[in-house]
């Protein structure tokens, strides 16, 4: 059973919501309706399925019978495809189809999964108790609610047949339309029985196809499906730690390191001041060299002016970790420009040539620069290449990337992490990422992905 808490059946609802005022609501109608369906439905299920299991078993010792029976076996899937639309009368909150979606898959492959699947089993039980069972109720019901309009028009009745002998009760002959007036209120009695009986036939209806037509928590593509969900709560939630780590590295680190500098600057000035007041006929002192002025102060000035290099240097490393992290540009004005960033930045020759219609979503453009930033990083470090072309476009809905160098080749998607992770961000977006690499080059990294980004 589905252990995310359901809402409650909606007629059972309305029902406690409004006892008194419920026969005069909508949801009478659409119940007698739905059981009216039944008492239909049923009847011709029962004499389908014992027809199935008879010509089964029957032709079974010659072979033909065993195709009879696994067409028995699979009566349940379309019958239960019916049943959840007919619950669309009474259930405003659709049973969703338990069943694997098998895109692609031959007759074959489709009929093994099938019968493979719990859901399959479920749905032959809720059509064989469909058949009887619930058949056998709404087909009681719909009597007992015929016959009680029947009394509810019983004057009618009368006067339609008069001079003719009626007799509602056995053995007692109604004289006239009026004699009929305490038929039609037991028939309106009996409606108002019918009113609350068949909300909770129905009630118990939905209940019955939630637990044996929905899916559950231990079907494969309830858990397939699951899985999905919560790779996609692990890659936003990694988008927002991305993000606040951009953001703390950007308005934190960085501008206290803009900082520092400043004020080594301002003491860096500060002691070439105190040097020129120690050599007045020397205006340029330089304070790493002139330590016979005063050595104490250029030494300070000199560890300070080190200490300034050395927070430019830091502050210039952080800018290009921030830009990796995620890129202002990238954001901005989007991949194609990003990547012709990149490229300008790359020390192998890098030839860009992006075709898109316009901006792509948020998604799709993150994942397509790090696949191009990790091709043109392992290009460099491995390939030995001396060219480097980059090629993106959108066809039918999904943007194809092409990353291509001349190097020698023969390198292994495997042996890194970083080719990995892309793989797995790309099966998430529903795309592609593949790598060829014979030996002797060249090496193109390929991806499509679905522009929707979901």
Excluded at 81 to 107: F, I, T
Excluded at 192 to 219: F, I, K, N
């Amino acid at each position: 059973m589905n252990e995310e808490e359901q809402p409650p059946v909606a007629v059972w609802a309305a029902l406690r919501a409004h006892p008194l005022r419920f026969p005069f609501t909508r949801w009478v109608p659409r119940c007698w309706a739905y059981l009216l369906g039944g008492a239909l439905l049923g009847p011709l299920l029962l004499v389908v399925l014992a027809a199935l299991l008879a010509v089964g078993l029957g032709l079974s010792v010659v072979g033909v019978g065993l195709l009879v029976l696994l067409a028995l076996a699979l009566a349940g899937v379309p019958v239960a495809a019916v049943e959840r639309r007919r619950l669309r009368l009474v259930e405003p909150v659709p049973v969703p189809d338990p069943h694997r979606p098998l895109p692609g898959a031959g007759r074959r492959a489709r009929l093994r999964t099938r019968l493979r699947e719990r859901a399959t089993w479920r749905e032959l039980a809720h059509t064989a108790l469909t058949a009887t069972v619930l058949a056998a109720a709404a087909l009681g019901f719909t009597a007992v609610l015929l016959f009680a309009g029947a009394l509810v028009v019983s004057p009618a009745i009368v006067w339609a047949l008069a001079p003719e002998t009626v007799m509602i009760i056995p053995g007692r002959v109604v004289s006239g339309p009026l004699a009929a007036l305490p038929f039609t209120a037991a028939g309106l009695a009996g409606l108002l029985l019918c009113a609350y009986s068949g909300a909770l036939l129905t009630t118990a209806h939905v209940a019955l196809a939630r637990l044996l037509l929905g899916p559950r928590d231990e079907d494969p593509g309830r858990q397939v499906l699951e899985l999905t969900r919560s790779r996609a709560r692990l890659a936003d939630a990694f988008e927002a730690e991305r993000r606040r780590i951009e953001r703390d590295l950007h308005d934190g680190a960085q501008q206290q390191l803009v900082a520092l500098s400043m004020t080594l600057g301002l003491a860096d000035h500060a002691l070439r001041g105190r040097l020129r007041e120690a050599d007045p006929a020397d205006p340029s002192v330089d304070p790493a060299a002139d330590a016979a002025a005063d050595p104490a102060v250029a030494q300070a000035a000199a560890l300070v002016a080190r200490a300034r290099g050395e927070a430019r240097q830091a502050l210039e490393q952080l800018r290009g970790l921030v830009r990796g992290i995620h890129p202002q540009v990238l954001t901005d004005h989007g991949l194609a420009a990003a990547v012709a960033e990149v490229a300008l930045r790359h020390p192998i020759p890098v030839e860009a040539d992006l075709d898109l219609p316009g901006r792509l979503p948020a998604p799709v453009e993150t994942t397509a620069y790090f696949t191009v930033t990790e091709a043109l990083t392992n290009a460099a470090k491995h390939s030995g290449a001396t060219a480097i072309t980059v090629r993106g476009s959108v066809a039918d809905g999904r943007l194809v990337l092409q990353v291509t160098d001349d190097g020698h080749g023969g390198a292994d998607p495997a042996a890194g992490a970083g080719l990995r992770g892309l793989a797995d961000r790309v099966a998430l977006l529903k795309g592609r990422l593949m790598v060829t690499s014979p030996t002797g080059g060249p090496t193109t990294l390929r991806l499509e992905v679905p522009c929707s980004g979901s």
